[in-house]
């Protein structure tokens, strides 16, 4: 399994729908990960960290599966604004490693 | 709101030319990363550094490029001699430490002609 893996989409969606990305990763000992956003020609930008089982903050819902490997964005009431690509991060091998994983990215599109 | 800024934004050079990036990371913030972005890679880290000793540069082609941090608001990446295949926005993020979030600065566009 690759460290960090995601599908490319795109993901074309209307405005109002919800959409769901997974992700699976390969180094069991990770404790923290997070999504982040990137916008075209932009830099990566924080989204969600995810801790424990998950994190919710407003319309955008976080949720991790241990057991099988695997983290989940989930995006109610999808917006315009929010077309962009969300990058799964997971930390580097070994406890306590400063390095982040980046997935490649899932692109979103949403259309009026 | 503090934020990690990067000169230049833009790059266009010939090959063989020397090319320096500069990175200036948040105020407290005790780890830096280069990273690259392309199409076909993604995100790819370079190196990085933790109270400015670098702690791992296995990701850059070391014939080529250096990564420094001559004080704790400067790090450089410079490549030298620059190649079309070097071709990429290249970010640097800072960050906490261990398992923290990563906070990227707007990236340098280089093109290699």
């Known amino acids: 399994r690759k460290e960090v893996e995601q599908d490319p989409g795109p993901f074309n969606v209307p405005e109002g729908a919800t959409v769901a990305f997974n992700c699976t990763y390969s180094?069991?000992?990770?404790?923290?990960f997070f999504w982040y956003r990137q916008d075209c020609r932009k830099e990566p930008k924080l989204l969600m960290s995810v801790y424990s089982s998950g994190n919710e903050d407003g319309r955008f819902t976080a949720q991790l599966n241990r057991a099988s490997q695997y983290i989940s964005l989930l995006i109610r009431d999808s917006k315009l604004s929010d077309s962009a690509t969300y990058l799964c991060v997971v930390p580097g091998r070994g406890a306590g490693s400063y390095q982040l994983t980046f997935g490649k990215g899932t692109k979103l599109s949403v259309i009026p | 709101d503090a934020r990690v800024t990067q000169t230049p934004r833009h790059k266009v050079t010939e090959m063989g030319q020397e090319v320096t990036m500069r990175c200036q990371p948040i105020?407290?913030?005790?780890?830096v990363f280069w990273y690259r972005q392309t199409m076909m890679q993604g995100l790819e880290l370079l190196a990085y550094?933790?109270?400015?000793?670098?702690?791992?540069d296995s990701g850059m082609p070391k014939d080529r490029f250096s990564a420094e941090m001559p004080d704790a608001t400067l790090a450089t990446l410079k490549i030298q001699p620059s190649e079309p295949r070097d071709s990429a926005v290249y970010f640097c993020a800072s960050g906490l430490g261990p398992s923290y979030e990563q906070y990227f600065g707007p990236g340098t566009r280089l093109t290699v002609t």
């Open positions: 550094f933790r109270n400015r000793a670098p702690l791992d």
């Open positions: 105020l407290g913030h005790n780890t």
């Open positions: 180094n069991s000992a990770s404790q923290s």
